[in-house]
Each structure stands twice: as structure tokens, then as C-alpha cells.
């Protein structure tokens, strides 16, 4: 049996998967903010009642933000400042007497997609949360590909390419950076653009529920949010040229992205013809958590 925890900055949610990726059961609680031990308590909690609910011992994968430094070994870049500069890894498993493994949430979620997902049985997957934040993961033959600075897959953080006129230099972005592709791409990127243009402040699933219904700004914008992920999308595929591109996040259920995007991104990226095809998410919201679990693989492998 595998459990998966995600380890997120409003709540924890765990899940045990048996092998053939069934649900055997799912616990949730509050994450407790700003408190390194007692976030760490309320992990080993989540999976000692998992295993009370299944009778079973199982192999244990953590998805967060940030990631684990090859340098140091220790938590860096999450927005759930309490983590960093932690072994999140080792004290969780001194507290629960067995390996664990720990992984960036955007990899969870793709490793998800191309284990049993939207993705299942492609060979190269390039993942994207687009929601708060814009995390990226690729997956190779079923394994996150890490890398030696453990930054694969984080596209957010380039700048947004072949920026028009009024992109430039770009909104600030909290890496310390502007006109990074998150600073437009991510659910508070669509508001910002949407406001700039109207003075109304709206979440970015309101803005694209707007678009649905007509309303020709909203349209608009949506329109120009596609034209800028048609872009930042071509620039992926002219250096991984992934077999399938899945997004997931609050964004994912646009569902007018998966028509347009395409139909634009024909024209940046670097080939007589596109195929990738952009996909939804199989899993919904439930693909980081089943991502964690996923990072065992066979036999423990
Ligand atoms: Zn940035």
C-alpha cells in the first residue's frame, strides 16, 4: 500500500492507494501555520489513522511547495515560509521509523497525470499547476525528472517569451524578478489583467466564468491569457517537446483553454506542425496527493 501526503498552506490531505491505484482511504486537517513541529505531528497523525482505517503499513511519499536542496538537503523555495531551511524529509522519517519520500507538488501532479491520469502510458509529460502560484513537472518513462538543482520543470519563473509592447518590463513577481510567465499565468495574473482593464477586482475563475457568458472584456482577456500560455507553452515544447502537456490547478477548468491554446501555440513553436495535445486533468484536485503516493514505485522501487 502507498500513501501520498500533501502538504499544503491551508490543509494536509493523505490517501492510501492500493497497486492498482484505487482509493483505499483519504483523512484530511488544517495545516498549522507557521509551526515546523506541530506540522510535523499532524503528518505522522494523518498517517497513523490512514493505516488504522486499511489495516495495513504502507510505503510513505510527502508532495509540498518548494523542494528539497541537493545542496543543503534542506527545504527552499515554499511559500510555506515555516519549511524551509528544514530536513522535512528526515525528520519525518525518524517519526515514523520509515523512508520517506519528498517531492515538489507541481512533480506530484504530473507524476499523477502520467502515472494513471490524462497522461497514462505517454513516454514524456510535461505537468502545470496553473492556480496561485504556476508550477511545472516533467515526468520521464513514469520517474520525476529532479535534476541536479532539483528546478526542472519550473517554467513559471522564466520570462514570459516574445513579450508584446505592453508586457514588458511586466508585473513584479515575488521571486524578486518582473515579467516572469507566473505574473501573468497564475489565477492572480488573470485578476490583474482583468482589473487593469475594467477597475472591478475578480477572482480568476469569475473572470473566466464571465468570458463563458459573453461579457466582451472578460473575452477579451481570456483571449490575451491564452495568447501568453499559447507562447509560454511553445517555448516548453521547443525543449522538451513532451508527448502531452496536462494542466491542473484552479485555471485547468477553463475549458476553452484546451481548444484555443492549441490553435495559437501553432504559431511560436519551432515545427511545421504542432500535435501535442493539451489535456485536463484526470484527477482534479486529487492528483497531488495521488502524485506522492506515486513516488514509490513497484516493489519500493
Ligand atoms: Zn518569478
Known amino acids: 500500500m502507498r500513501i501520498g501526503v500533501d502538504l499544503g498552506g491551508t490543509k494536509i490531505e493523505a490517501i492510501a492507494l492500493g497497486d492498482d491505484g484505487r482509493e483505499l482511504a483519504r483523512r484530511r486537517v488544517a495545516t498549522p ?29 510527502l508532495g509540498m511547495p518548494g523542494a528539497l536542496s541537493p545542496a543543503s538537503g534542506l527545504v527552499k523555495n515554499a511559500n510555506s515560509t515555516w ?58 518513462d513514469g520517474r520525476v525528472l529532479t535534476g541536479p538543482n532539483a528546478i526542472a520543470g519550473e517554467w513559471g519563473h522564466n520570462p514570459q517569451p516574445w513579450p508584446r ?60 491569457y491564452e495568447d501568453r500560455m499559447a507562447r509560454a507553452l511553445a517555448v516548453v515544447m521547443n525543449l522538451l517537446d513532451p508527448d502531452v502537456i496536462v494542466l491542473g490547478g484552479g485555471m485547468s477548468r477553463a475549458t476553452r483553454l484546451y481548444e484555443q491554446v492549441p490553435r495559437v501555440w501553432q504559431a511560436w513553436a519551432f515545427s511545421d506542425r504542432i500535435t501535442t495535445p493539451l489535456r485536463p486533468p484526470l484527477h482534479g484536485d486529487s492528483s497531488g496527493v495521488r502524485g506522492a503516493a506515486w513516488l514509490w514505485g513497484k516493489d519500493g522501487e
Open 165 to 224: 509592447e505592453d508586457e514588458t518590463p511586466g508585473p513584479a513577481c515575488y521571486c524578486g524578478k518582473a515579467g516572469c510567465i507566473e505574473a501573468f499565468l497564475s489565477g492572480p495574473g488573470l485578476t490583474r489583467d482583468y482589473r487593469d482593464a475594467t477597475g472591478l477586482e475578480l477572482d480568476a475563475s469569475l473572470v473566466a466564468e464571465r468570458a463563458e457568458r459573453g461579457e466582451d472584456t472578460a473575452i477579451a482577456a481570456v483571449a490575451r
Open 83 to 140: 519549511l524551509i531551511g528544514r530536513a522535512i524529509d528526515q525528520d519525518l522519517a525518524r517519526a515514523l521509523g520509515r523512508p520517506v519520500r519528498c517531492a515538489n507538488d507541481a512533480n506530484c501532479f504530473a507524476l499523477s497525470e502520467a502515472t494513471d491520469g490524462a497522461a497514462a502510458g505517454a513516454r514524456v509529460v510535461f505537468g502545470v499547476i496553473v492556480g496561485t502560484g504556476t508550477g511545472g513537472g516533467v515526468v520521464v
Open 33 to 61: 501555520r507557521h509551526d515546523y513541529d506541530a506540522t510535523i505531528g499532524a503528518i505522522v497523525s494523518l498517517v497513523n489513522g490512514i493505516e488504522q482505517d486499511t489495516g495495513h503499513e504502507g510505503s510513505v511519499g
